[in-house]
């Protein structure tokens, strides 16, 4: 009988340690040194957490964390039609930063493709405006406008554009 005692006060303990290690998944998250964790409660916007144990209470908190490193995005090849009907392959290779973890969050959905799509969509958009003799011209200073309006127009979703480099493929367009 004392052994049966032994066995059942064995498993208790297992058991006890078990139901802890899963309780403690359950309400403990760990924010890496280079991720920022954004907190809702009850599914609104709480605030943002800074690295280091995160105790939270299921079914009342989620945290979504945000990768704050940089990353990069290339695009092999666009055609743009300029504005003087020439047509200019470009490729495209762009580094971002999330500055503001809560816009990259509630913002967008994904905002690594919300950065690759929107970077398409400004140098199009850009270059269709400008004639082929502008791009041979100056092109140092339109990559430097291009720079200029993608951080203002992504900084919406709480991204910084650190580096937006075109490299343009002259074309032939068949007349």
Not at 80 to 91: F, G, I, T
Not at 137 to 154: C, N, S, T, V, W
Not at 155 to 174: A, D
Request: hydrophobic share 50%.
């Amino acid at each position: 009988m004392n052994y049966l005692f032994g066995l059942t006060t064995a498993l208790k303990i297992v058991f006890a340690m078990s139901l802890l290690s899963m309780l403690t998944a359950l309400f403990v998250r760990l924010v890496y040194e280079f991720e920022r964790g954004v907190l809702f409660q009850n599914g609104k916007f709480k605030k943002v957490v800074d690295p280091g144990i995160v105790f939270l209470v299921p079914l009342l908190n989620q945290l979504d964390k945000v990768d704050m490193r940089e990353f990069e995005i290339e695009i092999p090849r666009i055609y743009v039609v300029m504005k003087d009907a020439k047509l200019l392959a470009v490729e495209i290779h762009a580094s971002f930063q999330v500055s503001d973890a809560a816009k990259a969050v509630i913002e967008t959905q994904d905002y690594y493709e919300t950065a690759k799509m929107d970077t398409v969509m400004i140098v199009s958009d850009y270059l269709s405006q400008i004639t082929m003799d502008d791009m041979v011209k100056d092109l140092p200073a339109i990559k430097q406008k291009l720079r200029e309006f993608a951080g203002r127009k992504l900084s919406f979703c709480g991204l910084r554009v650190v580096g937006l480099e075109i490299n343009p493929v002259i074309t032939h367009r068949s007349e």
